[in-house]
């Protein structure tokens, strides 16, 4: 069973760049079964798509955040780090990684998800 977990500051100030991994345990981010999300979801809104990295290594954002996203990748580690940059109060949600089957076509795991509130 894939397990992944997310990590990162609580709080961002505005203006400054949002960090978060998700590490990932079960399989390699490499397989070619997966690709590796980053999804958040806002205090009271629904669930925004923020960008993907493949199994390949290459990468898609969604184009509202696609200025300020960068979403890279340590196979080393079997990790995947989202970053977020110039980020106001808007941001504040919780973050999640998940992983789509690439077969199934679905989100197969989630992890619990984090909180990151913007604010000085």
């Known amino acids: 069973q894939v397990q992944l977990q997310e990590s990162g500051p609580g709080l961002v100030k505005p203006s400054q760049t949002l960090s978060l991994t998700c590490t990932v345990s079960?399989?390699?981010?490499?397989?070619?079964?997966?690709?590796w999300h980053w999804i958040r979801q806002p205090p009271g809104k629904g669930l925004e798509w923020m960008g993907v990295?493949?199994?390949?290594?290459?990468?898609n954002y969604s184009p509202s955040l696609k200025s300020r996203t960068s979403i890279s990748r340590d196979t080393s580690k079997n990790q995947f780090t989202l970053q977020l940059s110039s980020v106001t109060p808007e941001d504040t949600a919780v973050y999640y990684c998940?992983?789509?089957?690439?077969?199934?076509?679905?989100?197969?795991?989630w992890g619990q998800g984090t909180q990151v509130t913007v604010s000085s």
């Open positions: 990295i493949y199994y390949d290594g290459s990468l």
């Open positions: 079960g399989d390699s981010i490499t397989t070619n079964s997966y690709n």
């Open positions: 998940t992983n789509w089957h690439r077969s199934a076509l679905r989100y197969d795991y």
